[in-house]
């Protein structure tokens, strides 16, 4: 059954901002850290553009981040865009990433390499299968899933790809592979109310 947010409540969210070692195409999960690029300092800035102008309110919003680097640093972009205290947040660590354990920092041609049968075996089965040394799609979705339930008032999160990702599928309703096929979008803000996630634009028509 879906995930629904509690009557009356509504979630905003955000990846966090394009970092080195996304241009690179390597593997970033909880263990390893690099820095927002510009663009992805202009990526939060464009978030909070579109915060400001789709929601009243945002001022009352209470703001939480994965407590990795990158996500702190979007996150305190977004406050002094909006004027806001640039500590004026939260950090929750079932918001991190997915643990990518023996993967950190490689590529997925670099991770096959070094264990062909591993690597496949956990391409047949996210769900499941952990990267070794790290995580699967279900124990990321436990995590997803009790940060969810202790939201109690309106909340903006900045996490990541594969966590929000994750997150996205449970609303929906979505199998693994459906939840794999999704997007890892950057500069973009989601709104839900219920079990619907509305992707909002940076147009003022969108």
């Known amino acids: ?5 509690k009557p009356g409540l509504t979630l905003y969210f955000c990846r966090h901002g394009e970092t080195e070692a996304n241009i690179l195409r ?20 464009m978030v909070a553009s579109v915060l400001k102008r789709k ?14 680097g ?9 406050l002094e865009t909006l004027g806001l205290p640039r500590e004026r947040y939260a950090t929750d660590a079932r918001l991190m990433e997915m643990n990518l354990g023996h993967w950190e ?5 670099e991770a096959r390499a070094r264990d062909p049968r591993a690597y496949d075996a956990r391409a047949a089965d996210k769900w499941t299968i952990r990267i070794p040394g790290g995580e699967s799609y279900a124990d990321v979705a436990e995590r ?20 929000l990702r994750i997150l996205r599928g449970l609303f929906a309703g979505l199998t693994w ?30």
């Open 1 to 5: 059954m879906p995930l629904s947010l």
């Open 144 to 163: 997803v899933q009790s940060w969810f339930g202790s939201l109690t008032v309106d909340t903006f999160a900045v996490s990541h790809g594969g966590f």
């Open 26 to 45: 390597r593997f970033q999960g909880q263990s390893r850290d690099t820095a927002l690029t510009e663009t992805g300092r202009e990526q939060a800035r």
């Open 55 to 68: 929601t009243p309110g945002h001022e009352t919003l209470a703001y939480v981040s994965s407590p990795l």
């Open 105 to 109: 920092g490689l590529t997925h041609a």
């Open 177 to 206: 592979q459906q939840m794999s096929d999704l997007d890892e979008p950057q500069g973009v803000l989601f709104r839900v109310s219920g079990s619907a996630v509305e992707r909002l634009g940076a147009q003022e028509n969108e």
């Open 70 to 78: 990158r996500a702190c640093a979007t996150t305190k972009i977004i």
